[in-house]
């Protein structure tokens, strides 16, 4: 998402953003545990043949691409963060 994309956006809109893309991150985390299940269960009853190879490449770039995704979505939501701290002035104690 570009910054130009949310930055029109007002606050609510932000905040629900923000809750969206949390939730996209959660699936992208079970994505990686799952990954990570199924190579481990895969690595202790001992690859078998060229199939179970590719299973554990497919599940290990899988798993990293899905972490990368995850890592620049959390640098994106700092931004929105920011911005909506920034709107919302300094903090009232």
Not at 4 to 9: H, R
Not at 30 to 42: D, E, Y
Not at 49 to 70: E, N
Request: hydrophobic letters at 50%; a positive charge; aromatic letters at 6%.
């Amino acid at each position: 998402m570009r910054d130009e994309d949310w930055q029109t956006l007002d606050d609510s809109g932000l905040e629900r953003l923000l809750v969206e893309r949390w939730l996209y991150r959660g699936a992208l985390l079970a994505v990686i545990f799952t990954a990570a299940v199924i190579v481990t269960w895969l690595g202790t009853r001992g690859l078998g043949g060229l199939a179970d190879l590719v299973t554990v490449g497919v599940l290990v770039v899988l798993a990293l691409a899905a972490g990368v995704v995850a890592f620049v979505m959390r640098q994106q939501d700092g931004r929105i963060l920011h911005e909506l701290r920034r709107r919302r002035g300094p903090a009232r104690e």
